[in-house]
């Protein structure tokens, strides 16, 4: 049975980035280059890597991999895959399937678009999700990513490009795209952060009036609009701009999605609820604060984080204690009357956010980079690759109110 793609309620829907591309995948992306594998012009090596996490590709046909120059125990080279690859992305979608997820928001990144070689190959991981989301019933839609944009004109790049996307790919007029209050979904990420510490330019560049008029435009094409807000968006304060102006824009979405990632952490697993009292506390005042109005809310959760080789930060330095972490996130937003969740991230491997499947073990590893990637084991629990995916197949289930909200571990590790 397929999902109900009328609406965003009662949904645990998770962010997809399909951004991984392999020499060799036949798309036109640079020869050679390992995007958001490696970094660029740099040997698919250990020093090289920009993931901290390494995918399961135990599933995978030869046909869809492509080797490194590193290798497993067992003398095997260590291959990845690329989101070009249609039965790659195929695949993703049928584990949505066999443990009853709801599907995904593509990310399309603004900054990627003026490069026609790059907005190829986002066009076709746009049109593998849709087709892989019809054949197993699953939901997706767009959200654009606007980190990094440096165009002039914020409003008409995405207007330009959503024209494309409804006319050219004709994706809302798939089966499976995700509505909510009978319209198209569409998200924009990215509104309203602050610059980065010590960045000297702004990777968040929309103003408050392109964020209206924004809303305004696609409102009036039936479009429903999410925003990917700061966390601190209803106080101003934080990772949010200043601007008092901003008040009016965020509220102008029809849904705010605040982002976590990062805003808090458990000191070790007898700590965590800790998160409780900024969580908890931040989602009941979002809550209040928008009670009354048009606007409705979508929180965040993430099962760990950790950016030791893209940004040179601590290995595992959000640890995920075997899904305990996440869990209480989940039940903190059921408890607070969240009735959808946005899942941060379903494949994001870079930030080691992933849901997907994953490697448990440091021995299955490649070799060579087993002391700088995040295994699912590394907090000391026995934890399958699937774990995750097991995982929010039951926090979709007491979103739902199938079962009764409760802080412990539904599943047990073995």
Known sequence: MGVDVSTLDGKLIMGYQGWFSCPTDSSSIPPGRWWHWFRENAPPDAPSLT???WPDTSEFGTDELVSTNM???DGRPAALYSAFTSSVVDRHFSWMRY???DGVMLQR????????VFKAFRD???LNVMKSAET???GFAIMYDITGYRGTSIVQDITEDWTHLVDDLKLTNSSSYLKHKENPLLAIWGIGFNNEPGSTRDN??????DTINLTSHFRARKVTMLGGVPYYWRTLTGDSKTDTAWANAYRSFDIISPWSIGRYAAQDINAIQQIDSIQANSMRADLAYL???NVEYLPVVFPGYSVRNKGNGPLNQIPRYGGRFWWRQVYNAILAGCTKIYGAMFDEVDEGTAMFKVVSDRQNLPREAQDRLVYLNADGFRLTSDWYLHLAEEAGKMLRHETTPSQLLPIQAG
């Open 99 to 101: 443990n009853n997820l």
């Open 204 to 209: 968040y560049p929309a103003t408050p009036q």
């Open 291 to 293: 009670s009354g109005s």
């Open 51 to 53: 993931v901290d996490m």
């Open 136 to 138: 197993w019933g699953r």
């Open 124 to 126: 076709r991981v746009a």
């Open 109 to 116: 990144f603004l900054c990627d678009l003026s490069d026609v």
């Open 71 to 73: 290798t497993f125990s």
